[in-house]
C-alpha cells in the first residue's frame, strides 16, 4: 500500500538550519516515497500492536514536510544519507549501514542534501489504531 505519491508541487527552499549554502527542493510529503511492505497485527503484552516495514525513498536535493511519530520508529539507511533534523536536538547525519531510533512525538524532518537517492526501511510496533505519523498541515 502507498502512503504517499511520489513528489508533488515543490518550491525552493534554503535549509540554514543546516548550515548549507544550496537550495534544496521541498516536499509536501514526509519523504518522497512511502510504501509500507509489510502490517502485521500481533498480541503483545499491552495488547494489540500492528508491527510495520516501510520502504522510504528520498530523491536527491530535497527537504520533507515535517511530521511527527506516534510511536517508536527505527530507521535503518539501505544506500545513500540522510540528514535528521529533529526541533530541540542536534541534526544527525545517518548514512548507508546506520541505524538511528527517531524519538516520539517528535517535530522532524529528514533532507537528502546530496546527488543521489537515498532509500531506508523503517520498522515502528504501535498499537493498532495509531496512525504511522502524523503529518504537519501547511
Same mark, same amino acid.
Do not use: C
Given at each position: ?39 502485521? *497485527? ?72 546530496? *546527488? ?23
Amino acid at each position: 500500500m502507498k502512503f504517499a505519491a511520489l513528489m508533488g508541487s515543490a518550491a525552493l527552499v534554503g535549509t540554514a538550519s543546516l548550515g548549507m549554502a544550496q537550495e534544496l527542493k521541498e516536499i509536501d510529503r514526509p519523504a518522497s516515497e512511502l510504501e509500507e511492505v509489510l502490517a502485521h *497485527d500481533t498480541e503483545l503484552p499491552g495488547g494489540a500492536k500492528r508491527i510495520r516495514v516501510v520502504r522510504v525513498e528520498m530523491e536527491p536535493n530535497t527537504v520533507a514536510a515535517w511530521h511527527t511519530h506516534p510511536s517508536p520508529v527505527y530507521v535503518y539507511v539501505v544506500e545513500g544519507e540522510l540528514a535528521m533534523e529533529v526541533e530541540g536536538q542536534e541534526n544527525k547525519t545517518i548514512g548507508a549501514g546506520e541505524a538511528v531510533a527517531e524519538p516520539v512525538d517528535a517535530r522532524m524532518r529528514v533532507l537528502n542534501t546530496t *546527488d543521489q537517492p537515498a532509500r531506508v526501511v523503517v520498522f515502528q510496533i504501535s498499537p493498532t489504531e495509531e496512525r504511522f505519523l502524523q503529518q504537519e498541515n501547511k
